[in-house]
């Protein structure tokens, strides 16, 4: 896995990798938007009982500021594993990943500790993103993810957002098994934690890497990492150190040649 700083840039996070130029790529903080505390101030989640109208309006900031093509597809996530077909899909519906090979359909999941991941493949003629919780990634989300481009795995680079790192995701003895049954070298991303013997750490790059790798996937074709939400407080919302809070984006579209 590639480890870049990524270019963070007034209230936005964008990807360092090497995507081609139709491909455009972001990801929000918890900057710049109208939210009130503890949602301050760029929440984009409705679904976190923050105040419907300000998320609306954080929403329509958020277009207008990256000038984006069109409205991005909101999904109703649910740490599953369906992928939505972007040009098949309602908003609201069930899906924790969704997939586009046309332009100007913006890609987005929402995340506040788990993993956003974005693909793309060389040609930039196909985008996902997918939102990998444990409870997906050990699921299969990025496998199916990678399966619905309908494109040679070695044609596929991979940005893995900003989560929660390891020295913050305490799990218990049920996830480091449920990870490790299915794919034994996940023992490595998993750490005693110092603090309490019967917990374990868990590395859910790392983990993301693995998966990745099953289908194809080269670690030098993933890039990003490295960030953790958790210790990250003015940068990025934390599930887990906050419990109420907001949702950051992770944005993926192919634009128009020369855009």
Known sequence: MTL???????????PVW???DSVKSV?????????????????LGLHVDDDRSVVLEN?????????????????????GTKIANHAQFKEGDDADAVVSHSVNDVCAIMTADCLP??????????????????????????????????????????????????????VGEEVREAFVSVHGESEAAFIRNPQNNEKWLADIYELAKIHLGKVGISSEAIYGGGRCTYKEDALFFSY???????RMASL????????
């Open 4 to 14: 870049q700083l990524e270019n963070v840039m007034s209230d936005f996070i964008y």
């Open 18 to 20: 090497p995507a081609p």
């Open 27 to 43: 990801m929000t903080t918890r900057s710049g938007g109208t939210s009130l505390p503890p949602f301050d101030s760029m929440n």
């Open 59 to 79: 929403r329509a900031a958020l277009k207008k500021k990256l000038a984006l093509p069109n409205d991005p597809l909101w999904l109703n996530q649910v740490h």
């Open 117 to 170: 991941v974005l693909f793309c493949n060389k040609q930039g003629t196909v985008v996902a993103a997918a939102h990998a919780g444990w409870r997906g990634l050990q699921s299969g989300i990025l496998e199916k993810s990678v399966a619905n481009m309908n494109c040679d795995p070695n044609e596929i680079i991979v940005w893995l957002g900003a989560a929660i790192s390891q020295a913050s995701f305490e």
């Open 240 to 246: 887990r150190r906050e419990a109420r809070t907001g």
């Open 252 to 259: 993926i579209w192919l634009s128009q040649a020369g855009d």
